[in-house]
Every structure is written in structure tokens, then in C-alpha cells.
């Protein structure tokens, strides 16, 4: 979800990096519960539900994830793969560590155990989250961290082998390694990374189906808040409340009116009016999986060519779900939805539909692979992606419609109820 900014008690959090790896909310519960009160009460309904939440990923998981990605790196050519603090790290290993200019790395071999490498003075926080699962090797502030990876190679008998480097890693981190050493071949690691975390299992999709469902109860119980004259920012207020109160953070692009009919909204701050279109894109995080729903509603009575729109948006998103399955391809799933969409009159291409109809999602809000024009990637069962056709007219409004999906043996299916109407009451 990196494209849209939260606002959450005040705060505003930009990007999906704001949502990855977010844990469950319980210092402050007893206030927000009584400010929501007072503030919101439509909220009360909303209790914390983390209990109910299902098991998070196990270490036995990781394992088989990681020699899955030995698997992969054997069939490619790679002698080990290096991993930099992030998504990709907390798929392999679960440590949740952040970024910075010192290395801390994860570095897999194509058979045997990984290596953690660390900054010397933090040996004792990462020991701490490693719990011996992996050798640490630390070096000193005046040391090259590049060049300890390097070593690490030669040990393993690779110093002239294919190392892959995750594909999200900074530049620096690239070129010291080349400069280390010279006599490496350095390449992406996001084939071995895309086909691990592209492919979910059954328990990957059930975190990602509760975390929507919350995000669910969540958007219904803020709807109820609507009141002419609130701001964008007060409804945003509310849907993170609601995600507090159940035990999460979590947010939502909040769009009023004109506002709408540009993706990613406008800066001027807007004032709800009756029979305004609503929209409200965001989601929250369970167990480190993204959630991500938009629902459009509109606060009154419809015009008819709203009405119109979403009746046609409804039927993009259901054709390219029912079409999906093994063996289509990304980019037939989009031109199935696209087509519905410039068959009624609001094409050809990208004119009122500006974007693709959907991107990967798991620990990351966007992830590959995504669904858009061209793509030639095929679906595999465990695929999972959001289906999110919209049409925005500027100086109108703009709707959207947006569920989540995962690709199953025989086809694929929604992880909750799609939209039905245009109505704030929310089925």
C-alpha cells in the first residue's frame, strides 16, 4: 500500500513500508477505547479480536521456505543469495530488523545453514532474534562489512561463484560487494525471491483472509460515523481508531467528492456534503500479511450515472476473478476487466481506467507479480493479488471497487464479500 498515506491519531504514515511488520496495539487500549467512545460510538461494536487471529508463521515454515529458495538457487546457478533487512528477510528468517548505513545481513548458501552478518556492538540483539538458528559473524566500525561477506564466500568455497543480492537492496550495498569482490558475479535474487513469496500457502492466505476480514469490520463501523461537514481527515481518524480497537494498526485514504476521481487524492482538504461520493482505500497488517480493500460509497442518494459506474466496475471485478486460474497470464486477467470497462463506453486503454487492475500482495501491500496490460507472468495456485478496476472523471468523481483474491487448483476466489451497493451500510 505504498501508494497512500494513513493518517493515524494524528500522524500521518506514508507508504507500505509504514504498515510492514506493524504489531499489535495494547499500550494505549484503555484510553482510545474511552476516547472512541466519547468520539465515535459507533466504533463500540468493535472489540479486540487478536485472540482470534490464526497462529503466525511457524520456524518450520521458514525452514521449508528457505530450502525451497536452495532449490531455486541450485536450478539457477547460485552459489548463495544475500539478504538485506526487510520483507524478504523476515520471509526467510522472521527477524525484523531495520536499515541502515551499517550492512546487516542474512546470506544463504545453496545447501546448509545461513549467516548472519551484523555490526559487532548489536551481536547481542541479533543473537537475541537469530536464537541459534544461524552462525552470526560481526565486524568492527572500522571494518568492511562487504568484505567480511566476501570472506564468508571463500570459506564456503564460492569466491568465484553467482552471488544474488535481494533485489530491493540499496546500491551501496551492491557496489561494495563488487568492489569487495571483484571476482563474483553478482545478480538479482528475485527470481528465488519472487517464486517463494509469489506462491502463498494455505496458511499464508488464511492470515490474508482475516486480516481483510477485519479491515471489513473496520470500513463498516467507520461508514456508520458519517456526518455532513466531517473532513476527510476525521473519517481517516475513525477507520484507525476502529483498526486499534481491534488490536492493529492501520489506516486509509480517505476521498471526498472531486477528490475521488484522482487515485491518490488531492491536497486540498475536503469537507463531506450530502450526496457525495466516499471513498476509503487502506487495510492493516496480521503477522507481518498486508490487508488491502476500497470500498465507495456515496453519503445519499446516488445520481444515476454513479449508479451506472459502479454497476460496471461490479462487473469488471467478478469477470476477472471468474476468469483467473492456473495457467492464464497477468496481463489477460487486466484486459479482461479493461475490456468490460471500454465496452461501456469509458476506454479505450488507460482513459478513465488509469491504472493496472492489481498488484501482488502479502508481507508487502504491492508485491509481484501484478496484474497489468502486457504481462506475460502465468498464475499459479497460491498467487495472490488485489482486483481493483476503477473509473475517475476529473471535476466529477472518481469509484473504485477492490478485493483481494488468491489463485486456487481449479480457478480463484474473493477472501471476502464483494461490494453490493453504493450504500454507507456496508453488507
Known amino acids: 500500500m505504498e501508494r497512500r498515506q494513513f493518517v493515524h491519531r494524528g500522524v500521518t504514515l506514508a507508504g507500505g513500508a509504514a504498515l510492514l511488520g506493524l504489531k499489535p496495539m495494547v499500550a494505549d487500549a484503555e484510553q482510545l477505547l474511552a476516547e472512541d467512545r466519547k468520539n465515535a460510538p459507533e466504533l463500540g461494536g468493535l472489540l479486540s479480536s487478536t485472540a482470534d487471529a490464526p497462529p503466525p508463521i511457524s520456524e518450520s515454515e521458514r525452514s521449508a521456505r528457505r530450502e525451497k529458495a536452495q532449490r531455486l538457487m541450485k536450478d539457477l546457478g547460485y552459489s548463495a543469495i544475500l539478504i538485506e533487512p526487510g520483507a524478504n528477510m523476515a520471509y526467510f528468517t522472521g527477524i525484523d530488523w531495520g536499515r541502515s548505513e551499517r550492512l546487516f545481513a542474512f546470506i544463504l548458501p545453496q545447501s546448509g545453514k545461513g549467516i548472519v552478518i551484523s555490526p559487532a556492538f548489536e551481536e547481542g540483539r541479533a543473537a537475541n532474534q537469530v536464537d541459534g538458528r544461524f552462525d552470526i559473524r560481526v565486524w568492527q566500525e572500522d571494518e568492511s562489512p562487504e568484505a567480511l561477506v566476501a570472506n564468508v564466500l571463500k570459506e564456503w568455497g564460492v569466491a568465484t561463484g553467482r552471488l544474488a543480492v535481494d533485489g530491493s537492496a540499496r546500491t551501496f550495498v551492491f557496489n561494495e560487494l563488487a568492489l569487495a569482490a571483484p571476482s563474483l558475479q553478482l545478480g538479482t535474487a528475485e527470481a528465488v525471491t519472487n517464486a517463494c513469496r509469489g506462491v502463498k500457502t494455505a496458511h499464508e492466505i488464511e492470515i490474508m ?70 471513498l476509503i482505500d487502506g487495510g492493516t497488517s496480521v ?33 476477472a476473478v471468474a476468469f483467473a486460474g492456473p495457467g492464464k497470464k497477468c496481463g489477460e486477467v487486466d484486459a479482461v476487466a479493461r475490456k468490460v470497462v471500454a465496452d461501456a463506453g469509458y476506454g479505450p486503454g488507460y482513459r478513465t481506467f488509469t491504472h493496472r487492475l492489481g498488484h501482488g500482495i502479502g508481507l508487502e501491500g504491492h508485491e509481484w507479480p501484478y496484474l497489468v496490460r502486457g504481462s506475460q507472468i502465468v498464475l499459479q495456485p497460491g498467487m495472490t493479488f488485489s482486483d481493483e478496476p476503477g473509473i475517475y472523471q476529473y471535476g466529477k468523481f472518481g469509484i473504485r471497487v477492490e478485493d483481494i483474491f488468491a489463485i486456487t487448483e481449479n480457478g480463484a476466489e474473493m477472501l471476502t464479500p464483494l461490494q453490493a451497493t453504493l450504500s454507507p451500510v456496508l453488507v
Open 209 to 278: 483472509r482475516y486480516a481483510n476480514q477485519i479491515t471489513l469490520d473496520v470500513y463498516r463501523a467507520a461508514l456508520k460515523t458519517l456526518r455532513v461537514g466531517m473532513t476527510q481527515a476525521e473519517l481517516a481518524k475513525n477507520v484507525s481508531d476502529g483498526f486499534a480497537r481491534l488490536g492493529y494498526q492501520g489506516g486509509a485514504l480517505v476521498l471526498f467528492g472531486e477528490s475521488s476521481a484522482y487515485p491518490h487524492g488531492l491536497p486540498k482538504p475536503r469537507a463531506l456534503q450530502e450526496n457525495q461520493v466516499v
Open 287 to 319: 503477522h507481518g500479511y498486508q490487508s488491502d480493500m476500497t470500498r465507495t460509497v456515496v453519503f445519499g442518494q446516488p445520481e444515476p450515472e454513479a449508479q451506472k459506474v459502479f454497476a460496471i466496475l461490479q462487473d469488471a471485478q467478478k469477470r
